[in-house]
C-alpha cells in the first residue's frame, strides 16, 4: 500500500512554506532595521567613558634621568557622543601620551632628588594629543611623583657581532671599518661604568667575493636608566680577489760583526705574496727589504740565519720566503791576528 501526501495538498504545502518564508525575511529586515535605529538613538546620547593611556615621559631636567615614578598610566574622562567614544576606544591609534617635564622644579628631600607634576597644567597638552577639545572632563591621577638620578655620559667602543666566510681566492684587503666606532652611553655612573662595549645585532655572511656595506642595529643595555646616542651603526667589510707574485730579493746582512766576515749561501731568497689584483702593478721590489741578523750567540747554536722581511708594503700579504733559514760561514778578517 503506497502512502503520501496527495498531489492535489502538495501545491498548498509549498505555497504555505513559501508565504512563511516571505514573512520571516521581511520581519528579519525589520528587526534589523528597528536595532540599527536604536543603537544610533543610543550612540547619539551623552555619555562619560573613562580610557586609559600610558605616559612617556620627555624632557627630563637638564642632566637628570628618570629613575621611578608613581604612575605608569593615566586615567582620562570624557563627556563625549557614543559614536566619539566608540573612536577613542577602539579606532585611535595613539599608543601612549606624551607628558613634557620642561621647567619641572626638583627638590632634596631624605637624600634624593624628587619632584612632583600636577596633570591638571597638562590637560590641555593632553587634549591635544587624543584630538578632543572640551570633552575631556579629568585626569587621574592629579599628580605624579619623579625620583631623579644624576646623568653621566661615557664614550664606549661599538663591537660588531659579524661572521663571514669568504670564497676561495678572496680576503679582506682592511679590516672591518664600522661607523662610528664608539658612542656616547648615558646613565647613573655605576651602570655605564660597568660596560665595556657596545655590541650590535648579529649578521653573518658565507662566499663572500665582494664589499659588503650594511647598517646594524645596537643592542641597548638592559637597564631602562641607560641610553644610546645612536641607535645604528654602518659597517663596511672590504673584500677584493687576491693573486700570488714571486721575485728575487737580496738579503741584507745586519751588524756585521768586525772580527769575522759573515758570507752567506744563497744571497737572494724568493719572496712570495698575496696582493690584490687591483694593486698588482703597484708592487716594486724596492719596497721589499730582506736582512739576516749578525749575532754571535745565535751562530754558536744553530747551522742557519733566519731570513727576516723588515719592510714591506701594507697592502700585501706575505705568504713565504723561500728559503726561510740559508746557511753562512764565518771567515777571519785579514786585518785581525
Not at 605608569?72 to 577602539?90: C, E, Q, R, S
Request: aromatic share 12%; charged share 25%; net charge neutral.
Amino acid at each position: 500500500m503506497k502512502t503520501g501526501i496527495p498531489d492535489n495538498e502538495q501545491p498548498v504545502q509549498d505555497s504555505l512554506m513559501k508565504r512563511f518564508r516571505d514573512q520571516f525575511s521581511i520581519f528579519f529586515v525589520f528587526l534589523v532595521f528597528s536595532s540599527f535605529i536604536w543603537v544610533v538613538i543610543k550612540l547619539s546620547k551623552d555619555f562619560t567613558s573613562t580610557i586609559t593611556y600610558n605616559i612617556n615621559f620627555k624632557n627630563a631636567p637638564k642632566g637628570r634621568i628618570i629613575s621611578g615614578s608613581s604612575d605608569t598610566v593615566i586615567n582620562v574622562g570624557l563627556d563625549a557622543k557614543g559614536f566619539t567614544l566608540i573612536k577613542y576606544h577602539f579606532l585611535q591609534k595613539i599608543p601612549v601620551i606624551n607628558i613634557d617635564l620642561t621647567g619641572l622644579k626638583i627638590r632634596y628631600y631624605a637624600g634624593k632628588e624628587e619632584g612632583c607634576l600636577p596633570l591638571n597644567d597638562q590637560i590641555q597638552k593632553i587634549a591635544s594629543q587624543i584630538g578632543v577639545k572640551r570633552d575631556l572632563v579629568f585626569v587621574s591621577p592629579d599628580t605624579i611623583r619623579f625620583e631623579f638620578l644624576t646623568k653621566y655620559k661615557r664614550q664606549i667602543p661599538v663591537l660588531p657581532q659579524v661572521s663571514y666566510e669568504l670564497r676561495p681566492q678572496f680576503m679582506l684587503y682592511d679590516s672591518v671599518q664600522i661607523q662610528p666606532d664608539s658612542i656616547w652611553v648615558f646613565g647613573p655612573e655605576e651602570l655605564i661604568d660597568s660596560i665595556q662595549f657596545i655590541y650590535t645585532e648579529q649578521k653573518s655572511f658565507s662566499d663572500l667575493s665582494e664589499n659588503q656595506e650594511l647598517e646594524l642595529r645596537l643592542i641597548k643595555p638592559e637597564s631602562n636608566l641607560v641610553s644610546l646616542s645612536e641607535n645604528r651603526v654602518k659597517i663596511l667589510i672590504p673584500v677584493e680577489k687576491y693573486t700570488e707574485r714571486s721575485f728575487e730579493l737580496p738579503v741584507n746582512i745586519v751588524n756585521s760583526g768586525t772580527e769575522y766576515a759573515l758570507r752567506i749561501f744563497p744571497e737572494k731568497v724568493i719572496v712570495n705574496c698575496l696582493v690584490a689584483l687591483k694593486d698588482y702593478n703597484r708592487v716594486d721590489e724596492a719596497m721589499f727589504e730582506a736582512v739576516v741578523t749578525y749575532d754571535s750567540v745565535e751562530m754558536q747554536a744553530a747551522t742557519r740565519l733566519k731570513v727576516n722581511l723588515v719592510k714591506y708594503p701594507s697592502f700585501v700579504h706575505i705568504a713565504r720566503v723561500e728559503p726561510e733559514r740559508i746557511e753562512f760561514i764565518l771567515i777571519k778578517s785579514a786585518n785581525k791576528p
